[in-house]
Nanobody
Framework: QVQLAESGGGLVQAGGSLRLSCAASGSIFRINVMGWYRQAPGKQRELVADITGGGSANYADSVKGRFTISRNSAWNTVYLQMNSLKPEDTAVYYC????????????????WGQGTQVTVSS
């Protein structure tokens, strides 16, 4: 019902930059929030950053000042600009969002993308 298409992962040297994109499609009535989580090997999945429809952004302490989340004007795509990347940023990055589908179903539901690998070499 909701598809999240991620792109932009890859391999980069420490200090470099990458930009992730996530486009939402499907039968969507409203998007409450979209963002990015990451999961490194042997670790739990953690929130990296998210943004609301009103443009309010939230960041993990570990990425503040280095990563910037933004959205397009149509509010169906979010971007994560990652600068000054560190080896500890290496993880699979997952797009996530809270959506209301409408058509009688107004309970918010969470949806996940398939993930994109980000590898930062030292």
């Amino acid at each position: 019902q909701v598809q999240l298409a991620e792109s932009g992962g890859g391999l980069v040297q420490a200090g470099g930059s990458l930009r992730l994109s996530c486009a939402a499609s499907g039968s969507i009535f409203r998007i409450n929030v979209m963002g990015w989580y990451r999961q490194a090997p042997g670790k739990q999945r953690e929130l990296v950053a998210d943004i609301t429809g009103g443009g309010s952004a939230n960041y993990a302490d570990s990425v503040k000042g280095r990563f910037t989340i933004s959205r397009n004007s149509a509010w169906n795509t979010v971007y994560l600009q990652m600068n000054s990347l560190k080896p500890e940023d290496t993880a699979v990055y997952y797009c996530n969002g809270e959506f209301i589908l409408g058509r009688g179903n107004y309970n918010p539901g969470r949806y996940w993308g398939q993930g994109t690998q980000v590898t930062v070499s030292s």
